[in-house]
Structures are given as structure tokens and as C-alpha cells.
């Protein structure tokens, strides 16, 4: 099936040409984002990833283009539409699209939603993979799905430059998360990942 694209209301195709040039999330990564894996048809754990894509928002100041009732509803919608039961979804939301100004723009300003469905296939077992571990110089709040990578990204090219297959990022003598994997560990017998984070 072709790739599915998603603005503002417009079922497209992802090379479309409709981002405006004042978006802001192209001219300051004023966005935040969620990837959402679909088993079977069906989006894996919804719930969760709405509920961390809404502490995103409310993070950055960003007010819900909709209800988590309306944005799983698009979300099934895109599912659909792409017609892949193996997938990946990615949504983005932005502050909207307004001359640049490094100040928030009029409340009056709606934010952008876009997304793709790209298919995925079934991930199947491979020999351990290595990591190279590397400061972490991404800002404080990594915990906010914020649509600037800029660091992940050069994270990721130097681990692979270096023959590595992922990039672990460590900050204060503690391993943060990866460049763009998830990581969990074994050690005797125990499935090691991270802490869930409780922002109040």
C-alpha cells in the first residue's frame, strides 16, 4: 500500500508541497510529536502514548487542536486509510503557522497537525547490537517529545560512523535513553528499562 500522509484535515501524500513557509514548527521545531506502533491493525498502547503526547503539549504550551477522543479517532482513521496492519504511525503537532516571531503568536493562531503511516515489518531476532556511549547534550527537558532532534540525530551518525549500532546517551554518570531506540536490559534474570517519569 502507499504511504499515508496526514494535514490539517487533508488525507495526502507525504511529498506533498502544503507546509507553509511561516509554519512554525518548520522555522523553530515549536512542535511536539508521538510514534505509535500498529500490531495487527490496532494502535499498541494508545492510551499511554496520548497521554504522554498531551503532557507534551501542556509542556510547551501548545493547546490541543482536539480531545484524546477525536485524536485516536484519527489516528484508527489513518490505520484505515493506509490499509497496513503492520505499521508506524507518526503524529506531529505544532504551534501553528504565523509570521516569525520568536514570541508565542495570537491564541487565535491553531495548531498543525500532520502525520504519515509507513509500514513495518515484523521485527525478528538478530545478534546483540553494540552501543557507544556519549555525553548527553541534548537540553534538560528530554522528556518532552519535542520535535528538535538536532541532537539525536548527530548522536546517531557518529555511532554509526563509528561502527556502532546506537548511541547511549549518559548524563551525570547515568544512562538517559538512546539517540532513537528503546533499550531494555537483562542482568540475572531482570527486565531492566527506565523509570517512568511523573511530571506534576
Given at each position: 500500500?502507499?504511504?499515508?500522509?496526514?494535514?490539517?484535515?487533508?488525507?495526502?501524500?507525504?511529498?506533498?508541497?502544503?507546509?507553509?513557509?511561516?509554519?512554525?514548527?518548520?522555522?523553530?521545531?515549536d512542535g511536539v510529536?508521538?510514534?505509535?506502533?500498529c500490531y495487527g491493525g490496532r494502535a499498541f498502547l494508545l492510551d499511554w502514548h496520548l497521554d504522554r503526547l498531551w503532557m507534551s503539549l501542556q509542556a510547551i504550551r501548545i493547546a490541543p487542536p482536539f480531545t484524546k477522543d477525536e485524536c485516536a479517532t484519527l489516528i484508527e482513521r489513518l490505520i484505515v486509510e493506509s490499509g497496513e496492519l503492520e505499521a508506524s504511525i507518526y503524529l506531529q503537532i505544532t504551534r501553528g503557522s504565523a509570521i516569525r516571531n520568536h514570541l508565542f503568536p495570537n491564541p487565535a493562531v491553531k495548531a498543525?497537525?500532520?502525520?504519515?503511516?509507513?509500514?513495518?515489518?515484523?521485527?525478528?531476532?538478530?545478534?546483540?547490537?553494540?552501543l557507544l556511549m556519549m555525553a548527553d547534550e541534548r537540553w534538560a527537558n528530554a522528556w518532552i517529545k519535542t520535535i528538535n532532534l538536532l541532537p539525536n540525530i548527530l548522536a546517531k551518525q557518529t555511532a554509526h560512523d563509528m561502527g556502532a549500532d546506537e548511541a547511549l546517551l549518559v548524563r551525570d554518570g547515568a544512562m538517559i535513553e538512546s539517540a532513537s531506540s528503546n533499550l531494555w536490559f537483562v542482568r540475572d534474570n531482570q527486565l531492566i528499562t527506565a523509570p517512568r517519569i511523573v511530571i506534576s
Open positions: 500500500m502507499p504511504i499515508v500522509g496526514y494535514y490539517n484535515g487533508q488525507f495526502v501524500t507525504p511529498n506533498s508541497g502544503i507546509v507553509p513557509l511561516d509554519e512554525r514548527g518548520h522555522q523553530f521545531g510529536y508521538e510514534v505509535i506502533r498543525n497537525v500532520s502525520a504519515t503511516v509507513r509500514p513495518r515489518a515484523s521485527q525478528i531476532a538478530k545478534e546483540p547490537g553494540t
